[in-house]
T-cell receptor, first 115, second 112 residues
């Protein structure tokens, strides 16, 4: 049982390049989230999904796109990377049944550096 | 505008003593409050939560207190152990949403 898995774990990009972060979960979570963590800023929500085929904006969505074509996968895309997107990105899943209570299961993180 | 605030970036406590981590919030419309723990190079892990209709929840060494009138949340760890050394994030979920808003975190160090 792998839980929530993020790939890649590390990536270095040049300004203007594009890339996709993949999050895969085998916990049957309905909801999936992408957060970024920056020093002194805590965890900030980028985009999230409450079910297959749905996506919604979080607190800091600009410069990112997401897709949830399959329930178990949630992709985060950067179309034209900027140095301000240097961060550690965390994917999380939650909500298998009943009422949403905020309990999320996180992946190990993906460290992205944009030069 | 930071809706969930952790004003102490760090806290140092001796092993065996009580650790008290604090969190303040500005929005009255939060449904659930949670604490997450994070070790370096790992993702955050859920620790304990409390519903807005309660004022205390206990789980082993961990107790969360909610003071709605003061818009204040605290996590008590008794007794503190070296393995508790980590960054602790306070988080809150607004009513009728599926989002979780995090604070900036407090780094706890428990020394022998």
């Amino acid at each position: 049982n792998a839980g929530v898995t993020q790939t890649p774990k590390f990536r270095v990009l040049k300004t203007g390049q594009s890339m996709t972060l993949l999050c895969a979960q085998d916990m049957n979570h309905e909801y999936m989230y992408w957060y970024r963590q920056d020093p002194g800023m805590g965890l900030r929500l980028i985009h999230y999904s409450v079910g297959e085929g749905t996506t919604a904006k979080g607190e800091v969505p600009d410069g990112y796109n997401v897709s949830r074509l399959k329930k178990q996968n949630f992709l985060l895309g950067l179309e034209s990377a900027a140095p301000s997107q240097t961060s550690v990105y965390f994917c999380a899943g939650g909500m298998t049944s009943g009422r949403y209570t905020g309990e999320l299961f996180f992946g190990e993180g993906s460290r992205l550096t944009v030069l | 505008d930071q809706q969930v605030k952790q004003n102490s970036p760090s806290l140092s406590v001796q092993e065996g003593r009580i650790s008290i981590l604090n969190c303040d919030y500005t929005n009255s419309m939060f449904d659930y409050f949670l604490w997450y723990k994070k070790y370096p190079a790992e993702g955050p892990t859920f620790l304990i939560s409390i519903s807005s209709i309660k004022d205390k929840n206990e789980d082993g060494r961990f107790t969360v207190f909610l003071n709605k009138s003061a818009k204040h949340l605290s996590l008590h760890i008794v007794p503190s152990q070296p393995g508790d050394s980590a960054v602790y994030f306070c988080a809150a979920s607004p009513y009728n949403t599926d989002k979780l808003i995090f604070g900036t975190g407090t780094r706890l160090q428990v020394f022998p």
